[in-house]
């Protein structure tokens, strides 16, 4: 059981974290949204609890609740930049099926 991060993802992760000035690894989860049902949530971590699940992936801390890991199991997060457009890539052998938009999916 893991979360990834590839190169390009930890490195942004370390510049925002080091912008911040403060926390310790970012934390992935889901929560219910959008209309295929999940959509992901992405923030920094000051603190890990103790139930939560850790991982490292090229320097970078990253962190999982319980009852999101069943969701996210395997992913590889990316940095990927398409035009104008750019941000956080999920890879998640787990998706069954997403939303037109990208917002949500489900398992």
Not at 16 to 39: D, E, I, N
Not at 49 to 63: I, N
Request: proline share 4%.
């Amino acid at each position: 059981m893991a979360v990834t991060l590839t190169e390009k993802a930890a490195s942004h992760v370390q510049g925002f974290l080091a912008k911040r000035g403060k926390g310790v690894a970012l934390r992935v989860g889901v929560r219910t949204s959008g209309c295929s049902g999940m959509a992901y949530k992405l923030e920094f971590a000051d603190s890990v609890t103790p139930e939560d699940l850790q991982f490292e992936s090229h320097g970078v801390k990253v962190v999982v609740d319980p009852k999101s890991l069943p969701y996210v199991d395997g992913t590889e997060l990316d940095y990927t930049r398409e035009g104008l457009n750019e941000g956080f890539r999920f890879n998640n052998p787990n998706v069954k099926d997403a939303c037109g938009c990208g917002e949500s999916f489900n398992v």
